[in-house]
Protein backbone atom coordinates (compact mmCIF):
# COMPACT_ATOMS: atom_id res chain seq x y z
CA UNK A 1 0.00 0.00 0.00
CA UNK A 2 1.39 3.45 -0.90
CA UNK A 3 0.62 6.47 0.88
CA UNK A 4 0.37 9.58 -1.26
CA UNK A 5 -0.66 13.33 -1.71
CA UNK A 6 -2.37 15.44 -3.71
CA UNK A 7 1.04 17.69 -5.68
CA UNK A 8 0.13 21.08 -5.61
CA UNK A 9 0.58 21.91 -9.19
CA UNK A 10 -2.79 19.80 -9.83
CA UNK A 11 -4.52 23.16 -7.96
CA UNK A 12 -7.81 22.44 -7.41
CA UNK A 13 -8.34 19.81 -9.14
CA UNK A 14 -9.46 16.71 -7.02
CA UNK A 15 -8.80 13.43 -6.88
CA UNK A 16 -11.87 11.09 -6.07
CA UNK A 17 -12.41 7.39 -5.15
CA UNK A 18 -11.98 5.19 -8.55
CA UNK A 19 -9.39 7.68 -9.93
CA UNK A 20 -6.25 6.38 -11.92
CA UNK A 21 -3.37 8.47 -11.09
CA UNK A 22 0.25 8.83 -11.82
CA UNK A 23 2.60 8.91 -8.72
CA UNK A 24 6.02 10.43 -8.18
CA UNK A 25 8.51 10.15 -5.13
CA UNK A 26 8.47 7.35 -2.80
CA UNK A 27 6.42 4.43 -3.91
CA UNK A 28 8.36 1.85 -1.88
CA UNK A 29 5.36 1.36 0.06
CA UNK A 30 7.89 1.11 3.54
CA UNK A 31 6.61 2.96 6.82
CA UNK A 32 6.96 6.63 6.54
CA UNK A 33 7.51 7.05 3.11
CA UNK A 34 5.33 9.66 1.38
CA UNK A 35 4.48 9.89 -2.76
CA UNK A 36 2.72 12.55 -4.54
CA UNK A 37 -0.31 12.18 -6.79
CA UNK A 38 0.75 14.23 -10.22
CA UNK A 39 -1.48 13.45 -12.38
CA UNK A 40 -5.13 12.06 -12.78
CA UNK A 41 -5.68 10.29 -15.73
CA UNK A 42 -8.91 10.52 -18.03
CA UNK A 43 -12.27 9.21 -16.95
CA UNK A 44 -14.05 6.83 -18.55
CA UNK A 45 -17.01 7.41 -16.41
CA UNK A 46 -18.39 9.86 -13.71
CA UNK A 47 -21.23 9.18 -10.75
CA UNK A 48 -22.42 12.36 -10.12
CA UNK A 49 -25.32 13.92 -7.63
CA UNK A 50 -26.40 17.18 -6.47
CA UNK A 51 -27.79 17.95 -2.82
CA UNK A 52 -31.17 18.70 -4.16
CA UNK A 53 -32.86 19.45 -7.69
CA UNK A 54 -31.85 23.18 -7.70
CA UNK A 55 -28.46 22.90 -6.08
CA UNK A 56 -26.13 23.80 -9.35
CA UNK A 57 -23.15 22.30 -7.48
CA UNK A 58 -22.35 18.74 -8.61
CA UNK A 59 -20.41 16.80 -6.41
CA UNK A 60 -18.82 13.49 -8.12
CA UNK A 61 -19.56 10.15 -5.95
CA UNK A 62 -16.91 7.78 -7.85
CA UNK A 63 -14.81 7.88 -11.30
CA UNK A 64 -14.04 4.92 -13.48
CA UNK A 65 -17.26 2.71 -12.28
CA UNK A 66 -18.52 0.29 -14.87
CA UNK A 67 -21.29 -0.84 -12.47
CA UNK A 68 -24.01 0.66 -10.62
CA UNK A 69 -25.17 -1.84 -7.27
CA UNK A 70 -28.40 -0.59 -6.67
CA UNK A 71 -28.97 -1.62 -2.72
CA UNK A 72 -32.54 -1.95 -1.91
CA UNK A 73 -33.94 -3.66 1.00
CA UNK A 74 -37.80 -5.22 0.38
CA UNK A 75 -38.56 -4.81 3.80
CA UNK A 76 -36.93 -2.73 6.96
CA UNK A 77 -36.80 -0.45 5.53
CA UNK A 78 -39.78 -0.64 2.71
CA UNK A 79 -37.86 0.03 -1.21
CA UNK A 80 -38.34 3.53 -1.97
CA UNK A 81 -38.56 3.12 -6.03
CA UNK A 82 -38.35 6.94 -6.65
CA UNK A 83 -35.36 6.84 -5.24
CA UNK A 84 -34.19 3.85 -7.37
CA UNK A 85 -35.43 5.50 -10.61
CA UNK A 86 -33.17 8.69 -9.54
CA UNK A 87 -29.84 6.19 -9.11
CA UNK A 88 -31.14 4.62 -12.67
CA UNK A 89 -31.54 8.29 -14.18
CA UNK A 90 -27.99 8.95 -13.05
CA UNK A 91 -26.66 5.13 -13.47
CA UNK A 92 -27.57 6.53 -17.51
CA UNK A 93 -26.49 9.39 -17.97
CA UNK A 94 -23.05 8.11 -16.34
CA UNK A 95 -22.89 5.40 -18.95
CA UNK A 96 -22.80 2.99 -16.03
CA UNK A 97 -24.80 -0.41 -16.10
CA UNK A 98 -27.20 -1.01 -13.28
CA UNK A 99 -27.61 -3.74 -11.11
CA UNK A 100 -30.73 -4.07 -8.89
CA UNK A 101 -29.71 -5.58 -5.67
CA UNK A 102 -32.62 -6.76 -3.48
CA UNK A 103 -31.80 -7.52 0.15
CA UNK A 104 -33.94 -9.01 2.87
CA UNK A 105 -36.11 -11.29 0.94
CA UNK A 106 -36.21 -13.06 4.16
CA UNK A 107 -38.56 -10.67 5.08
CA UNK A 108 -40.58 -9.72 2.13
CA UNK A 109 -41.21 -11.07 -1.26
CA UNK A 110 -39.59 -9.01 -4.20
CA UNK A 111 -42.21 -9.92 -6.88
CA UNK A 112 -43.40 -5.75 -7.26
CA UNK A 113 -40.39 -4.93 -7.76
CA UNK A 114 -38.89 -7.64 -10.07
CA UNK A 115 -42.59 -6.50 -11.91
CA UNK A 116 -41.28 -2.79 -12.19
CA UNK A 117 -38.13 -2.63 -13.43
CA UNK A 118 -37.37 -6.48 -14.84
CA UNK A 119 -39.31 -5.19 -18.16
CA UNK A 120 -37.00 -2.42 -18.41
CA UNK A 121 -33.90 -4.45 -18.78
CA UNK A 122 -32.69 -3.48 -15.57
CA UNK A 123 -30.45 -7.05 -14.20
CA UNK A 124 -31.07 -7.45 -10.85
CA UNK A 125 -30.44 -10.22 -8.15
CA UNK A 126 -32.29 -11.60 -5.00
CA UNK A 127 -30.94 -11.62 -1.67
CA UNK A 128 -31.49 -13.22 1.95
CA UNK A 129 -29.98 -14.30 4.61
CA UNK A 130 -28.04 -16.80 5.03
CA UNK A 131 -26.94 -15.55 1.42
CA UNK A 132 -25.98 -18.98 0.47
CA UNK A 133 -25.63 -18.97 -3.63
CA UNK A 134 -26.99 -15.79 -4.45
CA UNK A 135 -23.57 -14.89 -3.39
CA UNK A 136 -22.14 -16.56 -5.46
CA UNK A 137 -24.27 -15.76 -8.39
CA UNK A 138 -23.62 -11.99 -7.55
CA UNK A 139 -19.53 -12.40 -7.35
CA UNK A 140 -19.81 -13.51 -10.95
CA UNK A 141 -21.67 -10.28 -11.45
CA UNK A 142 -18.79 -8.37 -9.70
CA UNK A 143 -16.33 -9.86 -11.00
CA UNK A 144 -13.53 -8.44 -13.37
CA UNK A 145 -15.15 -5.21 -12.85
CA UNK A 146 -15.13 -1.73 -10.78
CA UNK A 147 -18.63 -1.92 -9.50
CA UNK A 148 -20.09 1.22 -6.74
CA UNK A 149 -23.25 -0.15 -4.28
CA UNK A 150 -25.18 3.16 -3.12
CA UNK A 151 -28.71 2.93 -1.12
CA UNK A 152 -30.28 4.49 1.58
CA UNK A 153 -29.30 4.03 5.08
CA UNK A 154 -29.78 0.84 6.66
CA UNK A 155 -30.86 -1.39 3.53
CA UNK A 156 -28.14 -3.80 4.02
CA UNK A 157 -24.91 -2.59 1.54
CA UNK A 158 -22.43 -2.81 4.46
CA UNK A 159 -23.32 -6.35 5.32
CA UNK A 160 -22.69 -7.46 1.73
CA UNK A 161 -20.22 -5.67 0.87
CA UNK A 162 -18.57 -7.47 4.45
CA UNK A 163 -20.01 -11.29 3.14
CA UNK A 164 -18.22 -10.23 -0.49
CA UNK A 165 -14.73 -8.62 1.23
CA UNK A 166 -14.54 -10.32 4.77
CA UNK A 167 -11.62 -8.54 5.48
CA UNK A 168 -13.57 -4.98 5.10
CA UNK A 169 -14.70 -5.17 8.32
CA UNK A 170 -17.32 -2.29 7.52
CA UNK A 171 -19.69 -0.82 10.22
CA UNK A 172 -23.68 -2.00 10.15
CA UNK A 173 -26.37 -0.73 12.04
CA UNK A 174 -29.64 -1.38 12.80
CA UNK A 175 -33.15 0.27 11.44
CA UNK A 176 -34.95 2.66 13.92
CA UNK A 177 -38.44 0.77 15.06
CA UNK A 178 -39.84 4.55 15.44
CA UNK A 179 -38.52 6.15 12.16
CA UNK A 180 -37.86 3.07 10.11
CA UNK A 181 -34.59 4.60 8.62
CA UNK A 182 -31.22 3.13 8.77
CA UNK A 183 -28.33 4.91 10.43
CA UNK A 184 -25.42 6.14 8.65
CA UNK A 185 -22.76 3.20 9.24
CA UNK A 186 -20.53 4.34 6.25
CA UNK A 187 -19.12 7.65 6.10
CA UNK A 188 -16.71 7.68 3.05
CA UNK A 189 -16.55 5.84 0.21
CA UNK A 190 -13.72 3.27 0.07
CA UNK A 191 -12.85 0.92 -2.73
CA UNK A 192 -11.80 -2.60 -1.95
CA UNK A 193 -10.23 -5.21 -4.38
CA UNK A 194 -12.60 -8.57 -4.48
CA UNK A 195 -11.11 -11.52 -3.13
CA UNK A 196 -10.25 -14.56 -5.88
CA UNK A 197 -8.45 -14.44 -8.98
CA UNK A 198 -11.30 -12.76 -11.28
CA UNK A 199 -10.12 -9.46 -10.15
CA UNK A 200 -12.38 -6.33 -9.87
CA UNK A 201 -13.60 -3.51 -7.29
CA UNK A 202 -16.14 -2.98 -5.08
CA UNK A 203 -16.78 0.28 -4.34
CA UNK A 204 -19.01 1.02 -1.07
CA UNK A 205 -20.63 4.60 -0.47
CA UNK A 206 -22.74 6.02 2.69
CA UNK A 207 -25.99 6.03 3.04
CA UNK A 208 -27.85 8.52 0.65
CA UNK A 209 -30.98 9.96 1.90
CA UNK A 210 -31.08 11.98 -1.32
CA UNK A 211 -29.69 12.22 -4.66
CA UNK A 212 -30.10 15.45 -6.50
CA UNK A 213 -30.33 15.49 -10.36
CA UNK A 214 -29.24 19.04 -11.51
CA UNK A 215 -26.68 18.04 -13.43
CA UNK A 216 -29.10 15.58 -15.88
CA UNK A 217 -30.73 17.60 -18.52
CA UNK A 218 -34.22 17.12 -18.88
CA UNK A 219 -34.47 14.74 -21.64
CA UNK A 220 -31.90 12.82 -20.33
CA UNK A 221 -34.22 12.36 -17.48
CA UNK A 222 -37.38 11.38 -19.71
CA UNK A 223 -34.35 9.22 -21.73
CA UNK A 224 -33.45 6.48 -18.55
CA UNK A 225 -37.83 5.64 -18.57
CA UNK A 226 -36.72 3.44 -22.08
CA UNK A 227 -40.81 2.29 -21.67
CA UNK A 228 -42.03 5.91 -23.28
CA UNK A 229 -39.61 6.35 -25.55
CA UNK A 230 -42.66 6.33 -28.26
CA UNK A 231 -44.72 8.19 -26.79
CA UNK A 232 -41.79 10.79 -25.90
CA UNK A 233 -41.38 10.97 -29.99
CA UNK A 234 -45.29 11.94 -30.48
CA UNK A 235 -44.19 15.21 -27.87
CA UNK A 236 -44.36 18.53 -29.97
CA UNK A 237 -41.10 19.80 -29.88
CA UNK A 238 -39.95 21.94 -26.62
CA UNK A 239 -42.51 19.76 -24.68
CA UNK A 240 -41.50 20.22 -20.88
CA UNK A 241 -43.11 16.88 -20.30
CA UNK A 242 -45.54 18.48 -17.61
CA UNK A 243 -48.13 20.77 -19.57
CA UNK A 244 -51.58 19.59 -21.63
CA UNK A 245 -51.47 17.77 -24.38
CA UNK A 246 -48.32 15.99 -23.80
CA UNK A 247 -48.24 12.57 -25.68
CA UNK A 248 -47.50 10.63 -22.31
CA UNK A 249 -51.01 11.46 -21.28
CA UNK A 250 -52.94 9.52 -23.93
CA UNK A 251 -50.09 6.71 -23.60
CA UNK A 252 -50.53 5.64 -20.45
CA UNK A 253 -54.67 5.93 -20.91
CA UNK A 254 -54.28 3.73 -23.99
CA UNK A 255 -55.58 0.23 -23.01
CA UNK A 256 -53.29 -2.92 -23.38
CA UNK A 257 -49.95 -3.58 -23.89
CA UNK A 258 -47.08 -1.60 -21.78
CA UNK A 259 -48.83 1.36 -21.88
CA UNK A 260 -52.71 1.95 -19.81
CA UNK A 261 -51.21 -0.40 -16.78
CA UNK A 262 -51.18 0.67 -13.11
CA UNK A 263 -47.66 0.57 -13.38
CA UNK A 264 -47.01 2.60 -16.08
CA UNK A 265 -48.62 5.04 -14.52
CA UNK A 266 -46.82 4.98 -11.42
CA UNK A 267 -43.74 5.20 -13.85
CA UNK A 268 -45.08 8.64 -15.55
CA UNK A 269 -45.34 9.75 -12.18
CA UNK A 270 -41.84 9.16 -11.16
CA UNK A 271 -40.57 10.84 -14.34
CA UNK A 272 -42.80 13.78 -13.76
CA UNK A 273 -41.85 14.15 -10.20
CA UNK A 274 -38.28 13.95 -11.55
CA UNK A 275 -38.77 16.76 -13.62
CA UNK A 276 -40.82 18.86 -11.45
CA UNK A 277 -38.25 18.18 -8.94
CA UNK A 278 -35.53 19.46 -10.93
CA UNK A 279 -37.37 22.90 -11.47
CA UNK A 280 -37.88 23.42 -8.26
CA UNK A 281 -41.47 22.82 -8.38
CA UNK A 282 -41.34 19.75 -6.13
CA UNK A 283 -38.26 19.67 -4.28
CA UNK A 284 -39.52 17.07 -1.63
CA UNK A 285 -38.61 14.48 -4.19
CA UNK A 286 -34.69 14.72 -3.56
CA UNK A 287 -35.21 12.78 -0.44
CA UNK A 288 -36.07 8.97 -1.07
CA UNK A 289 -39.60 9.23 -0.81
Known sequence: MVTAMKARELGRHGVVVGDRVRLAGDVSGDPGTLARVVQVLPRTSVLRRSAEDDDPFERIVVANAEQLGIVTA????PPRP???????????DAGIEPLLCLTKADLAAPDDLIAAYEPLGV????LRRPFGAALDELRGLLAGRISVLVGHSGVGKSTLVNALVPAAERAVGTVSPVTGRGRHTSSSAVALPL????????????GLRSFGLAHVAADRVASAFPEFAEA???CPPGCSHLEAGCALDRWV??????????GTAARLDSLRRLLRSREGLDPADTADS
Request: hydrophobic share 45%; charged share 15%.
Open 74 to 77: LADP
Open 123 to 126: QFIV
Open 195 to 206: PGTSGGWIIDTP
Open 82 to 92: RLIDRFLVAAY
Open 232 to 234: LAE
Open 253 to 262: EQPGGTAGTA
